[in-house]
Nanobody
Framework: VQLQASGGGLVQAGSSLSLSCAAR????????MGWFRQAPGKQREFVAA????????TYVDSVKGRFTISRDTAKNMVYLQMNSLKSEDTAVYYC???????????????????WGQGTLVTVSS
């Protein structure tokens, strides 16, 4: 499975941005898809995840109510809609795929086997 993230950019605080992740290869019902981010000088952190089958979602507390993860199973796409962006959301955002995600924890990076190249989101205050 190959993943390609896109949609990053420079925006002002309070605005919105939508990230996309295109998955090449077969994504079956056991997969979980996630978004992670890494800010300068910080460790990579979990942002959101969605089960390919059923669509159950999980979010880190800091983005609940502002970010929405979704997927289009027909197009093999995963999206991250980010609203009310804050300067602390500035990071490189990565999409990732966990082949056993249906049974996993959703938020542990080590469970994700496939990673995209990352897309930079910069939020100016």
């Amino acid at each position: 499975v190959q993943l390609q993230a896109s949609g990053g950019g420079l925006v002002q605080a309070g605005s919105s941005l939508s990230l996309s992740c295109a998955a090449r290869g077969r994504i079956n019902s056991n997969y979980g898809m996630g978004w992670f981010r890494q800010a300068p000088g910080k460790q990579r952190e979990f942002v959101a995840a969605i089960r390919w089958s059923g669509g159950r979602t999980t979010y880190v507390d800091s983005v609940k109510g502002r970010f929405t993860i979704s997927r289009d199973t027909a197009k093999n796409m995963v999206y991250l809609q980010m609203n009310s962006l804050k300067s602390e959301d500035t990071a490189v955002y990565y999409c990732a795929a966990d082949p056993r995600g249906y049974y996993g924890s959703d938020s542990l990076a080590r469970e994700y086997e496939y990673w995209g190249q990352g897309t930079l989101v910069t939020v100016s205050s």
